[in-house]
């Protein structure tokens, strides 16, 4: 399985989109500084979630995420997600 995810960091007001096939153990890497871009936003809260069947499937979803630039989107989904 592979992951599309949003991350949101309430330090810093940002979402972070990313893609991959450990979605727990890529939670960890952002929470303990190890990807750059995400290092100043700590601590990270997965508030989205998307499941492929393949690398493909969520490497197009991911650019598609991306590729339309806009908070607005970006939340709309984080919206979808049923209260847990």
Do not use: C
């Amino acid at each position: 399985m592979h992951y599309v995810y949003i991350l949101y960091s309430d330090r810093t007001d940002r979402y972070y989109v990313g893609m991959t096939a450990n979605i727990e153990k890529r939670m960890q890497d952002h929470n303990a500084g190890r990807s750059t871009y995400t290092k100043l936003g700590k601590p990270w809260v997965l508030v989205y979630k998307e499941e492929f069947a393949d690398k493909v499937g969520a490497t197009e979803r991911e650019k598609e995420i991306k590729g339309r630039k806009s908070r607005r989107y970006i939340e709309k989904l984080v919206q979808s997600v049923p209260s847990r």
